[in-house]
């Protein structure tokens, strides 16, 4: 049996190794789209997809890259570290860049992706770890949990509240903003955290941590958690009639959380959540694609603009780079996304753009996109509050970052 | 995925070293497991928590200090962390084992299931230590300084299936020990074992230590592949994948825990790489777990003693003998091992 085992374990190795042996420069360009399909992340997974199938369509109607036609290669990656590492070598050796990364499959091929020198782009990464150690071989392309504890805490202020209480779920990506929404909160700002009370994620009900947060009447409560706790959460916080003002973390900005509160007044939970750019053209290019491609109108708050604009991002990369190397596209990012240079609103104006040997500035319809060259973030993600109207998630006004509560 | 891009994946070498890597680390873990659980009976579904200790242990004090903003990073070199791994998890797996194995079974079960949980939630709250919710993301692998990336994974691999070997060297060394039989006597049957003098409160301690001193050793094999400690990486899916692949292999067989895990994992590759279109692949993902609970019910219904036996790992001969037949060979074997008694006379039993 064993020697069964190892012969066709050898077999396959070296079938492999001959089999991969193909000449890159031809065939289509394929761009790896590794995400949480299945586990935590699966609520965004498909919406996410939609949105990365979009722009592949639009990239092969004008044209493909260089000639050649682009092809998304999808990988789950079941929303786990583990996951997002196999899922990353299964399409390794076939892609030439890869996004729809979420914040643990980034930190966790964070060394790997630089060493494979493989252009990497993260459209629903909020890590904190990202505030400092991207730019080269990894860029985020929308808000760092550090935005949106900062601009929560802003709101917060700027609706006169003073005492606040917490109730926060420990897993990294509720705890990040939420930290940071503590830390400005009381060291910038001078209010008062009543109550901090930490869970953990998985009980049927949280009764007891609801009940600590909400005994000392605090006049708002910041809730950062995953919808499967935050539904109950918010039942139970309905059931006892409270009135405190819900701060809410943007993981809870799903139609499930929108349902389960529709019955409270319009402004009672409120979110800070990066918003699309409704009014850039690149939008309306953008939903026209979506219709087209995912046969349906984009649905808001799922990254679905992020997904596309990160693949509109890589092959214009390679179409300045003419070459499809990862050093030589991750080189030209830059050179795409910020300015100077003649601003753009679609691949095909950016295509014809750099034929005629013009610098380009890339504006997508997730908003504009300037990305800081040292940590490769977003300069000024545009973050609006969030309402829940009817039964659903309605972005009501932009939110400036207060500089002066900048961490 | 299409078909093409299936059949690329298969042949390419970074997603064989990166998996026949994990089919390593993960053999190793479920032999392990195969010596407490398959051969002691002592069923633990807080091997997790083992690993889980065994790696925040390495990743700590290999940690370069300044890197991270923790209380404790004396930046350790590789070996020192793979020796201090060891020492941890030994003694957290002796003094966990102190009052658990008390317990048996079931009760056992849940105990180890809950100590893995207890675990994972101190490595989120002592933050000051571990990191918190965020963890490291850095974790120091050998002969960085020697190779490059692709040959690096290569060695990486070399080393964590010489880690495999040796731990099937040494859980084939206890099978036909006297203390291999002993365990097995204790397991089949307690006061038949505990009548012959076997100390089997100890005997349970020594076997939950050794598996805890060995965790220690492949954990940092974990780090080295995934490079990333975080409380998210340790959770109960781990032990379960280890435990199916134990049930699938067959518990108490030798082999049975490699080729359980080498069938289990080869098999979720393949369920994953199968082509589907785009609005088909939420069912494909729901199908994952369904087409692995079937493989299992196959194999149960087929081999209800897994891929490989025990009866088939330690011959004809123990097919006929009793669990009483064990015991008694144990305590000859024992008695002839101490040089007390007369083994003659044991053996005559």
């Known amino acids: ?48 997809q939609d949105g990365a199938e979009a722009a592949i369509g639009v990239i092969n109607e004008s044209g493909g890259i260089l000639g050649r036609d682009a092809e998304l290669v999808v990988q789950d990656n079941l929303s786990t570290p583990e996951g997002a590492v196999t899922g990353y070598n299964r399409i390794r050796e076939e892609i030439h860049a890869l996004g729809g990364v979420e914040s643990d499959g980034a930190v966790a091929l964070l060394g790997t992706v630089a060493e494979d020198e493989m252009p990497t782009m993260c459209p629903a990464c909020g890590t904190t770890v990202l505030d400092t150690e991207g730019g080269n071989y990894i860029w985020r392309i929308t808000a760092s949990d550090t ?47 009543i109550a901090d009370v930490r869970f953990a994620p998985g009980s049927d009900s949280y009764q007891a941590e609801v009940e600590q947060a909400f005994a000392g009447n605090p006049e708002a409560v910041y809730i950062g958690a995953g919808p499967q706790a935050g539904i109950p959460i918010l039942r139970e916080y309905i059931a006892r009639g409270y009135d405190a003002q819900i701060l809410v973390s943007p993981d809870l900005q799903v139609p499930d959380i929108a349902e389960a509160a529709a019955e409270l007044p319009t402004g009672r939970i409120l979110a800070a959540q990066v918003t699309d750019d409704f009014e850039s053209p690149a939008y309306s290019a953008f939903a026209a694609a979506h219709q087209e491609y995912a046969n349906k109108p984009p649905p808001t708050g799922f990254y679905e603009t992020n997904q596309f604009d990160q693949y509109i991002i890589l092959a214009l990369a390679m179409t300045a780079a003419e070459s499809t190397d990862g050093p030589d596209v991750a080189a030209q990012i830059y050179s795409i996304t910020n300015a100077p240079g003649t601003k753009v609103y679609t691949y095909a104006d950016g295509v014809a753009a750099l034929e005629r040997g013009e610098q380009i500035d890339y504006d997508g319809p997730s908003g504009t996109i300037e990305l800081n060259t040292s940590t490769g973030n977003l300069v000024s993600p545009k973050v609006a509050v969030q309402h829940i109207v009817s039964g659903g998630y309605t972005a009501r006004e932009v939110i400036e970052l207060d500089a002066s509560l900048g961490r | 995925m299409s078909t093409l891009a299936a059949i690329s994946a298969l042949s390419s070498p970074t997603f064989w070293v990166s998996l026949l890597t994990l089919i390593g680390i993960y053999a190793s873990v479920t032999m392990l497991l195969n010596v407490e659980s398959g051969w002691g009976g002592m069923w633990d579904l807080g091997i997790v928590g083992l690993l889980a200790i065994g790696s925040y242990t390495y990743t700590i004090v290999t940690n370069p200090p300044g890197e991270f903003e923790v209380s404790y990073a004396p930046g350790w070199p590789v070996w020192a962390g793979i020796l201090a791994a060891m020492l ?3 003694i957290v797996a002796f003094l966990v084992g102190l009052p658990a194995l008390r317990a048996r079974r079931e009760y056992f079960l849940i105990i180890t299931f809950a100590f893995a949980e207890v675990f994972r939630q101190l490595a989120i709250n002592l933050g000051d230590l571990t990191h918190g919710t965020v963890g490291f993301n850095s ?8 190779f490059q990336r692709d040959a690096l994974r290569a060695v990486l691999l070399v080393v964590t299936w010489g880690a495999a070997l040796l731990v099937y060297a040494l859980t084939r060394r206890i099978s036909r020990s006297g203390y291999g039989r002993a365990l097995r006597a204790m397991r089949d049957n307690e006061p038949a074992a505990l009548s012959l003098g076997i100390r089997v409160s100890r005997l349970r301690l020594q076997t939950f230590v050794l598996v805890g001193v060995a965790i220690g050793g492949i954990a940092p094999l974990y780090m080295w592949w995934l490079r990333y400690a975080n409380p998210n990486v340790f959770r109960a899916q781990f032990t379960f994948t280890a435990w199916t692949a134990l049930v699938l292999g067959g518990i108490a067989s030798r082999f049975g825990p490699v080729l359980g895990v080498a069938v289990l994992l080869l098999f979720t590759e393949l369920v994953e790489l199968i082509d589907v279109p785009p609005e088909l692949r939420n069912v494909h993902v729901a199908v994952h777990p369904l087409a692995i609970g079937l493989l299992l019910v196959l194999v149960l219904r087929f081999r209800p003693e897994g891929l490989l036996s025990e009866r088939r790992t330690f011959g004809e001969r123990a097919r006929r003998q009793t669990a009483l037949d064990v015991a008694m060979a144990a305590v000859a074997s024992r008695l002839r091992r101490l040089g007390r008694g007369d083994a003659v006379r044991a053996e005559a039993l």
């Open chain 1, 1 to 48: 049996m064993r020697r069964i085992f190892l012969s066709l374990l050898a077999i396959v190795v070296l079938g492999g190794v001959v089999l991969s042996c193909g000449d890159d420069d031809e065939g289509p360009v394929k761009l790896g789209f590794l995400a949480g399909l299945s586990g935590d992340y699966s609520e965004w997974g498909p919406p996410s």
């Open chain 1, 147 to 193: 935005t949106y504890g900062i601009i929560s805490a802003q709101l917060a202020r700027d609706l006169g509240f003073t005492r606040v209480a917490m109730l926060v779920q420990q897993t990294e990506g509720t705890e990040s903003p939420a930290n940071v929404f503590k830390d400005v909160w009381e060291n910038k700002i001078g209010g008062e955290i």
């Open chain 2, 88 to 90: 941890m998890t030994g």
């Open chain 2, 139 to 146: 974790v120091a692998r050998p002969f960085e300084s020697f």
